[in-house]
């Protein structure tokens, strides 16, 4: 099946920092990827999502584009605030095509503490 | 606002008691999850449902039972047999099975501790 590797935290910056956060995968095919944000306490939401190669999905101020030649998909920022502080998971369906019924493989999560 | 309902947000269980926790979403989705989080260990697939009368098992099913009655609905059950039951519990749902390519929507999470 397919697998996801997530850059391992924690990671901690200083407000209005540039922000990279790790994601490389092994697929199928090319499957639609995911970033899910969970803030304390919370469920996970889905915070971005990009559909085929070169695709860039954007949300908040959150990018990361899909690269098909180096099986990565980055989440970054240019300026962090105190309110992103959260755990970042990447995502990618569990198996090729319609074997995989809706199922997400999850990397093991990134937590980010922003300081003022 | 549709979305996905969890209840309740804390859950205590006693030693060999089973506790059940409610999950119901308003999305009209036809496939449910039941994920268990534990600190610094991302999330793991207990069981999955892709349409009423139907589950599977997820990677560690053992100790946890579910039911699927109806499209909203899927509780999931702790059992006695479930040795370290301690965890954060997120629920979620999809659009449909056939369709590999669409996110989850997540309920805000269960946390169950012993007593």
């Known amino acids: 099946g397919n697998s996801v590797t997530q850059m391992e935290g924690p990671v901690t910056l200083s407000e209005e920092a540039f922000l990279t956060i790790n994601c490389t995968y092994t697929?199928?095919?090319?499957?639609?990827l995911f970033w899910y944000v969970q803030y304390p306490g919370e469920g996970l939401q889905l915070l971005l999502k990009?559909?085929?190669?070169?695709d860039k999905g954007s949300n908040k101020g959150f990018e990361a584009t899909y690269r098909k030649e180096t099986t990565s998909f980055h989440l970054e920022k240019g300026s962090v605030q105190v309110s992103d502080s959260a755990v970042y998971f990447c995502?990618?369906?569990?198996?090729?095509?319609?074997?995989?019924?809706?199922?997400?493989?999850f990397g093991q999560g990134t937590i980010l503490t922003v300081h003022p | 606002d549709g979305g996905i309902t969890q209840s309740p947000k804390y859950l205590f269980r006693k030693e060999g008691q089973n506790v059940t926790l409610s999950c119901e979403q308003n999305?009209?989705?036809?496939?449910m999850y039941w994920y268990r989080q534990d600190p610094g260990q991302g999330l793991r697939l207990i069981y999955y449902?892709?349409?009423?009368?139907?589950?599977q098992k997820g990677d560690i099913a053992e100790g946890y039972s579910v039911s699927r009655e109806k499209k909203e609905s899927f509780p999931l059950t702790v059992t006695s047999a479930q040795k370290n039951p301690t965890a954060f519990y997120l629920c979620?749902?999809?659009?449909?099975?056939?369709?590999?390519?669409?996110?989850?929507?997540f309920g805000d999470g269960t946390r169950l501790s012993i007593l």
């Open positions: 697929a199928t095919g090319y499957p639609s």
């Open positions: 995502a990618l369906p569990s198996n090729a095509g319609g074997t995989s019924y809706g199922k997400l493989t």
């Open positions: 449902s892709q349409i009423v009368n139907d589950f």
């Open positions: 990009a559909t085929k190669a070169d």
């Open positions: 999305l009209n989705h036809d496939a």
């Open positions: 979620a749902s999809s659009k449909s099975r056939f369709n590999s390519n669409q996110p989850q929507h």
